[in-house]
């Protein structure tokens, strides 16, 4: 059964950093395309960053993120830990959302809780 459990969200300053962790069980990470989304109030869930399978040799561990949030926000993996992790940098106010992790099966998406994140001006 695959589970992900997202933490790390909480109150950051206008400018400040943060790091969400996304633990996975049932799947390992780094045999499947790990993405965060975030979603504010009234928007639509909108994808943040995407780290490629390493089931792909030539592209395995490509990183691709949204305009809004290149050269801030960074996605890694952890094989270890079997966790996927956005380290978010200079957090702006259009940061606040609620963060969530993704990973791509072939029989679907599957979806962790959520972890809010506020930011303060």
């Known amino acids: 059964q695959v589970r992900l459990v997202e933490s790390g969200g909480g109150l950051v300053q206008s400018g400040g950093p943060l790091r969400l962790s996304c633990a996975a069980s049932g799947l390992a990470v780094r045999w499947f395309d790990m993405r965060w989304f975030r979603q504010a109030p009234g928007k639509e869930r909108e994808l943040v960053a995407s780290i490629i399978s390493d089931t792909y040799i030539d592209s395995g561990g490509t990183t691709n993120y949204a305009d809004s949030v290149k050269g801030r926000f960074t996605i890694t993996r952890d094989n270890v830990r079997n966790t996927v992790i956005l380290q978010m940098n200079s957090v702006k106010p259009d940061g606040a959302a609620v963060y969530y992790c993704?990973?791509?099966?072939?029989?679907?998406?599957?979806w962790g809780q959520g972890t809010q994140v506020t930011v303060s001006s």
């Open positions: 993704n990973a791509r099966l072939s029989e679907g998406d599957y």
